[in-house]
């Protein structure tokens, strides 16, 4: 089941924070974040496995909540290189399937 | 080469002719992937092989026909495609169907096909 991000666009100038979210209707096994910049492959930025979990990648950081049913991401301080569209991609079950589900993506703009 | 490598990066063909992507991981991974980017789908998942053998194909029509002759290398025949086929596809590994770590997926740079 396609989990769902929220917002779909945000547009920032540089230096201020932004929250995107990742939710399911059901409790999921992992929640991993990827960030795609425009006509680049996504990237991975980081996998969250425990509920209640806080995860941080230099000013990104993300958690997951303890019902493991919603994944947030943290940008702090935000930079012109943090511009791009990010995912979240969810495995419902260990081991039921080698895929992720991946949302529709967050695309995130910084301005000067 | 290190990561996953796909070629061409450019693709332009008619709706006649017969064209294969390649991809290829240099991470030793034993799943790998197919997707389709597209601005209505962002992230359109197509085929997916664990140690060679398919464990899922996405209602994909039959003019895409995927091969994986072994863990490291992933093609994607393509014949008499459709305009509304244009997008970018992308190739992905990752370790294994075991979950969690070994489910994060490392994507190639992708190939941009025009269907003309």
């Known amino acids: 089941q396609q989990p769902v991000q929220s917002p779909q666009a945000v547009i920032l100038r540089e230096g201020e924070d932004a929250v995107i979210n990742c939710s399911s209707s059901k409790a999921l096994y992992s929640v991993h974040w990827y960030r795609q910049k425009h006509g680049e492959a996504p990237v991975f930025l980081m996998i969250l496995l425990k509920g209640g979990e806080q995860k941080g990648h230099e000013k990104i950081s993300a958690s997951f909540n303890e019902k493991k049913q919603q994944s947030s991401l943290y940008l702090t301080a935000s930079q012109l290189s943090y511009s791009g569209t990010y995912f979240c991609?969810?495995?419902?079950?260990?081991?039921?399937?080698?895929?992720?589900?991946f949302g529709k993506g967050t695309k995130l703009t910084v301005n000067p | 080469e290190t990561g996953v490598t796909q070629t061409p990066r450019h693709l332009v063909m008619g709706m006649t002719n017969k064209k294969s992507l390649k991809c290829e991981q240099h991470?030793?991974?034993?799943?790998m992937y197919w997707y389709k980017q597209s601005a209505k789908k962002p992230l359109e998942l197509m085929f997916v092989?664990?140690?060679?053998?398919?464990?899922e194909n996405n209602s994909v029509p039959s003019r895409f026909s995927p091969e994986c002759p072994n863990s490291s290398h992933l093609f994607l025949h393509l014949h008499t495609l459709q305009p509304e086929d244009s997008a970018l596809y992308l190739c992905?590994?990752?370790?294994?169907?075991?979950?969690?770590?070994?489910?994060?997926?490392?994507f190639g740079p992708g190939t941009r096909l025009l269907v003309l």
């Open positions: 992905a590994s990752s370790q294994d169907g075991r979950g969690g770590v070994q489910a994060t997926q490392y």
């Open positions: 092989y664990n140690f060679k053998e398919q464990t």
């Open positions: 991609g969810t495995e419902e079950a260990q081991g039921g399937s080698e895929k992720l589900v």
């Open positions: 991470l030793g991974h034993n799943a």
